[in-house]
């Protein structure tokens, strides 16, 4: 079971940019899948963005098409979430999540990070 830690997130005016990482524990984290999800207060879990485990086909939700962007480094253990033109919409506790090659449900959660965007 992997271990996942984020960091990254704060305060950001809306129309800026901030880059949320991801550290894994394990040296196995080539083998998974990663992705980011969100939760604002009251709100369900959103999907936001996912790679697969070589770091390649990136996808996203409909929310941050085109202003996100997810990328993994396997030689860092590091799975990163890129976000530029930041909206208000866009505050949210930002979780990195895992899961195996073989198995579509995600097994290993951070603990998340909060991203405030304020006008």
């Known amino acids: 079971q992997v271990q996942l830690e984020e960091s990254g997130g704060g305060l950001m005016q809306a129309g800026g940019s901030l880059r949320l990482s991801c550290a894994a524990s394990?040296?196995?984290?080539?083998?998974?899948?990663m992705a980011w999800f969100r939760q604002a207060p009251g709100k369900e879990r959103e999907f936001v963005a996912g790679?697969?485990?070589?770091?390649?086909?990136?996808y996203y939700g409909d929310s941050v098409k085109g202003r996100f962007s997810i990328t993994k480094d396997n030689g860092k253990n590091m799975v990163y979430l890129q976000m530029n033109s930041l909206k208000s919409e866009d505050t949210a506790v930002y979780y990195c999540?895992?899961?195996?090659?073989?198995?579509?449900?995600?097994?290993?959660w951070g603990q998340g990070t909060q991203v405030t965007v304020s006008s």
């Open positions: 999540a895992a899961r195996r090659s073989g198995s579509q449900e995600y097994n290993a």
């Open positions: 394990q040296r196995t984290f080539s083998t998974y899948a």
């Open positions: 790679i697969n485990s070589r770091g390649g086909s990136p």
